[in-house]
């Protein structure tokens, strides 16, 4: 577990971390991928297993080559004896077919661990971050998710497939080449040795630079992704308030920003390059000339120099490479590292370790001695302050909460559906405590209807079976009939197999809310929530909806949040709320009666209909 500071999502955006705090996200990441091999062991010792010999056989082709030069052409030539050339003309085939064609395998193997690891890595993202409480999304914004889930299984693939790949490959040739060379010839090899010292230099320059400026074309790029999303998003906000000019100018200042950071690390790509090619034909020119002045003394064979310069030449190619690996390598580290937050993220609202079942609930909800706040501390809701300490709600009541925009209506309503904890006291249906309640009884008997209503890219059918998932396309009607949404579906292009596009495209507001009036209908719940659900109904519609609320709510206890007090008539009780409290309780008639916050409500309602 990491410390306090650091733990899950917390502390992403800092920009510097304390050593503890380092090391226990890099553990924290190291465990992760640790996790997520494991099974894969075989495929991945088997991996390095090809790649090695595929390497080391590639490495024995300069040798080869220096021995048949030296040794086996001149008895060929002198002695007419063709036996050893053609030996070594078949090693050096056989060793170049054998390690190009484990080079293809190598290739498939690594694609392969990096697939498994993507595909696990997505699967455990997508999984856990669907199941985490409504508490993480509130506060995680979509854009964020949006980048663990893409740019950051990018880079994290990148490095696998690409970069991994090459660093392999040019570190074991260039570790076999290297004692190829001191096995043929020492004294080429501490040449190369010695121009070693400024290759060192040039690629430590080059991997602090471009770190910096990968390191900015990755917040840039995360800008730019969060700059799309959030227009996206809100788009008829966009349209409606002529945003776009304004949008236009932020996105492509963002954009050139973008453009700028890769152009910067472009140009370090200018230095290295030409560093490299001028290092390694430096290299070349002095193995060249040293073993040039020896094979004139006679004290070197020029096919042992044929092959020294080769190898100095094969050290070189892939040395680039490295470079790359070391970017690479830094944002998959920083994108693991994320990912590996949020997978440490824990869900607030815990499933019971005993869970109580309560496969019939009556509907009876009690609040005892509830408080509550969001995690920024502020406590929102406070009945243990309300006149009674506890509030009952029997099974089958019909019950309204009406109070001022931010009085903690909706929070209530959260604590009942258990998206939310409180943070004192406790909410119990049938005497039993949420928190120990079974999750699919209580998903089964407390349901949910927001303003959003959201439908899910299908059919209208598929999106009202949502509440009951074995539904026969006759129970599916008939709760579309007992809401009132039979005609308007049945006037749509396919009916009830029509599909609706993402976010309900084909369909109304109205319509959407009637769908998920059906869905609730249909799941048959023994405790109905309704938060601002019926907002988007036109009054005709409404006061159908009226007789559908009425059918919809009987024989459930029903709890219904609604400005418009025309909702609020068909409720048995009404609580008033203000500042996370309850300040009246009764029924309608009670409290027009009583002259107090709701009758003036009530009376201010009937003037606006006069
Ligand atoms: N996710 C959240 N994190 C932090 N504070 C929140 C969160 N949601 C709501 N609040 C705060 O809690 C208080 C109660 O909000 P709530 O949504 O319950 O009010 P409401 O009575 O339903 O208001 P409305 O009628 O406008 O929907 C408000 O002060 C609000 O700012």
Known sequence: MSPETVRGTRGEDREHYTRAESRAIRRRSLRLLGAILKPLRRLVLLTMVVVIASTALRAIGPTLLAFGID??????????????AIGIGAAFLATGGIGAALVGWYVVLIARVTQAVMLELRMRIFRHTQRLSLEFHEGYTSGRIISRQTSDLESIQELLHGSLNELVDAV???????????????????????FGLPLVVLMWWFV??????????????????VQFVETMTGIRAVQAFRREKRNDAVFGRVSDDYRRANVRVIRLFGALDPGLILLANLTIAVVLLWGGLRVMDAGLAIGVLLAAVLYVRNFFGPIEDVAMFLNSYQSAAAALEKVSGVLEEEPTVRDPAAPVRLSAARGALSFEGVRFGYANGRTVLDLAESGQRDL???????????????????????????????????????????????????????????????????????????????????????????????????????????????????????????????????????????????????????????????????????IIIAHRLSTVAIADRVLVMEHGRVIEDGTPGELIASGGKFAGLHAAWEDSLA
């Open 392 to 558: 009952v709600l029997p099974a089958g009541q019909t019950v309204a909460l009406v109070g001022t925009t931010g009085a903690g209506k909706s929070t209530l309503a959260k604590l009942v559906a258990r998206f939310y904890d409180p943070s004192e006291g406790r909410v119990a249906l049938d005497g039993v405590d949420l928190r120990d309640l079974a999750p699919a009884d209580l998903r089964r008997a407390i349901v949910m209807v927001t303003q959003e209503a959201y439908l899910f890219s299908g059919t209208v059918a598929d999106n009202i079976a949502l509440g009951k998932p074995d539904a026969t396309s006759d129970e599916i009607r008939a709760a579309a009939r007992a809401v009132g949404a039979d005609a308007f579906i049945e006037s749509l292009p396919d009916g009830y197999a029509t599909d609706v596009n993402k976010r309900g495209g084909r369909v109304s507001a109205g319509q959407r809310q009637l769908i998920s009036f059906a869905r609730a209908f249909l799941a048959d719940p023994a405790v109905l929530i309704l938060d601002e659900a019926t907002a988007s109904l036109d009054l005709p519609s409404e006061r159908q909806v009226q007789d559908a609320l009425q059918r919809l709510l009987a024989d459930r206890t029903a």
């Open 172 to 194: 074991l040739l260039g570790t076999f080449t290297l004692i190829a060379l001191f096995l043929i010839d020492w004294r080429s090899g501490l040449v190369l040795l010695g």
């Open 208 to 225: 602090r630079e471009s770190q910096k400026g990968f390191r900015s074309t990755r917040v840039v790029s995360a800008r730019l992704i």
């Open 71 to 84: 040794e086996a052409l001149p008895r060929a030539v002198d002695q007419g004896d063709w036996w050893p």
